[in-house]
């Protein structure tokens, strides 16, 4: 609960209501917002926060929840306080970005399971020569010194970032990087053939 002001200082004038920061809103007065925004925006940040579980999108939240109340407030004061008015419509916009992200979630496993389906509906002779280049990588993989081979499996069979691989191999990052780029080359060297 905010103190007024008048309570700290009883010579200072009273903090203006919701009501009248919303009425010089509606008068053109950014500054009411500021001040709004300071009441409020912890609480219309915690609940986005509360639903979404991530900070970036619950920041996205705040800011659209305080434009749509400076740019086109549909608040009825006979309804209800400012802070519930700010809670639902904190709600139903972090709501919307979840079923947004299950949206593109779903949509990128049936890209990913058409992407299966095109690669199984190879023809036989595809299939061959699949694993023609794989061994022909596999016996590339083998010249290379332990430590360069090591990475480039497990960054490419594993599908390990470089971060992780320093992390299993107990190893320098910079370390990981340089002997990925120096296994990459000499693959490259050795495949060129056939590339």
Known sequence: MDLDS?????TAPPSPSDLDLLLALKGGEVASLATLYDRYAKLVFGLAFKILENSEEAEDVTQDVFL?????????????????FLTT???SRAIDKLRARGSRLRFLQRWQGVVRTEASAATP???????????????????????????????????????????????????????????????????????
């Open 6 to 10: 008048s309570a700290l200082d009883p």
């Open 68 to 84: 749509t109340l400076w740019r086109r407030s549909t608040y009825d004061p006979a309804r209800g306080s400012l802070s519930s």
């Open 89 to 91: 419509m904190t709600r």
């Open 125 to 195: 002779l595809e299939h061959a020569s699949l694993g023609e280049r794989s061994q022909l990588v596999r016996g590339a993989l083998a010249q290379l010194p332990e430590s360069e081979r090591r990475i480039l499996e497990i960054a490419y069979y594993e599908g390990l970032s470089q971060s992780e691989i320093a992390k299993r191999l107990n190893i320098p990052l910079g370390t990981v990087k340089t002997r990925s780029r120096q296994g990459l080359l000499k693959l490259r060297k050795t495949l060129q053939d056939y590339i």
